[in-house]
């Protein structure tokens, strides 16, 4: 799977290589995004700008994955996504599950809205 890693002074965004996310390329994005819990920089903004069709399983892998990163503490916003692939997962009760923006900068924003949060909680 490809994808395109930028990586900003508090989170990474992850551009996925489209059209089709699959179930099985989900489970390889999760696996790959995984490892950056064990990083300094955990936070995860995950454009899906190049996707244009996924199939329910990996809209459900995508839930477990935004759940796995804040169970540890770290931000994962999904943003970019076209309206046929919003409107898709909301069909299935999925992006209401969801924490996503329309916009790169947004996500952005609740990044680092999250990190002062949990500066303050900790």
């Known amino acids: 799977m490809k994808d395109k890693i930028d990586t900003k002074e508090k989170f990474h965004v992850i ?6 996310l699959s179930a099985d390329m989900a489970e390889e994005l ?19 700008s190049e996707i244009t069709q996924l199939d329910e399983a990996a809209g459900e892998m995508l839930v477990k994955t935004q ?5 540890q503490s770290a931000s994962f916003v999904i943003c970019e996504m076209r309206k046929n692939v919003e409107e898709f997962l909301d ?16 996500a952005s924003d609740i990044v680092q809205m999250e990190e002062i949060e949990r500066e303050f909680l900790d």
């Not at 759940?67 to 169970?71: A, K, L, T």
């Not at 069909?91 to 947004?106: A, D, I, V, Y």
């Open 67 to 71: 759940q796995m990163f804040y169970e």
């Open 91 to 106: 069909s299935k009760n999925l992006l209401e599950l969801m924490n996503c923006t329309p916009t790169r900068s947004e």
């Open 15 to 20: 551009t996925v290589d489209g059209p089709v």
């Open 30 to 48: 999760s696996t790959q995004l995984q490892s950056f819990l064990n990083n300094s920089i955990k936070n995860i903004v995950l454009s899906l």
